[in-house]
């Protein structure tokens, strides 16, 4: 399967715990996105790499998180201190530069937060 | 404020007639427009897209039909499945904004009944 890989899949942790979600993108593509979907609503975007440059982050992105994507492939999401608002679908996606919009989406990570 | 909206959370077809999704926008800035559909437990998958400059375009049993003037766009499905049963999401990318930033409606939970 060469599509977007994430894990873990499902993270249940409590409040104040850190947590970290993994992204392996498609190989040939060197833009990958971190999004974030709730209940009832749209995947909201948080941040994008452009091989290992992280160029634009979203307002949500607030200080416990930090994204980071070393070596131009795989990326990891950290939030630290977790809270019950955190909980969600964190979706990354990736595409090739250019083109028209089109993204890549993976399975998602769902963190819950007790 | 919302910038992609899709006002209708859910709609029910049946099976063989066609279902019509509908999305309003409100930056003109806007370049693509694209459809994901998407299961639950799994991420978006890419359905169509349609570049500002065309007001058509079509993919199989997929059309999607762009009306600048009336910042409109529409999904039809024609005939309708008991697969096609999923979440639509409407999805704009900002050519004046981040360089492939999408930006997502609420989705529309679409039921096809046999």
């Known amino acids: 399967d060469t599509g977007v890989s994430q894990n873990p899949r499902h993270k249940i942790t409590k409040r104040g715990q850190n947590v970290t979600f993994r992204c392996d993108p498609i190989s040939e593509h060197n833009r990958l996105y971190w999004y974030r979907q709730t209940l009832g609503q749209g995947p909201e975007f948080l941040t994008y790499f452009q091989n290992e440059a992280q160029l634009e982050k979203s307002r949500l992105l607030s200080d416990r998180f930090s994204a980071e994507r070393p070596k131009g492939s795989f990326s990891t999401l950290e939030i630290q201190r977790t809270e019950q608002g955190d909980s969600a679908m964190y979706l990354c996606?990736?595409?090739?530069?250019?083109?028209?919009?089109?993204?890549?989406f993976g399975e998602g990570s769902r963190l819950t937060v007790l | 404020d919302q910038q992609v909206k899709q006002n209708s959370p859910s709609l029910s077809v049946q099976e063989g007639r066609i279902s019509i999704l509908n999305c309003d926008y409100t930056n003109s800035m806007f370049d693509y427009f694209l459809w994901y559909k998407k299961y639950p437990a799994e991420g978006p998958t890419f359905l169509i897209s349609?570049?500002?400059?065309?007001d058509k375009n079509e993919d199989g049993r997929f059309t999607v039909f762009l009306n600048k003037s009336a910042k409109h766009l529409s999904l039809h499905i024609v005939p309708s499945q008991p697969g096609d049963s999923a979440v639509y999401f409407c999805a704009a990318r900002n050519y004046g904004g981040s360089q492939g930033n999408l930006i997502f409606g609420k989705g529309t939970k679409l039921s096809v009944k046999p």
């Open positions: 349609i570049s500002s400059i065309k």
């Open positions: 996606a990736s595409s090739r530069t250019g083109g028209t919009g089109e993204l890549f």
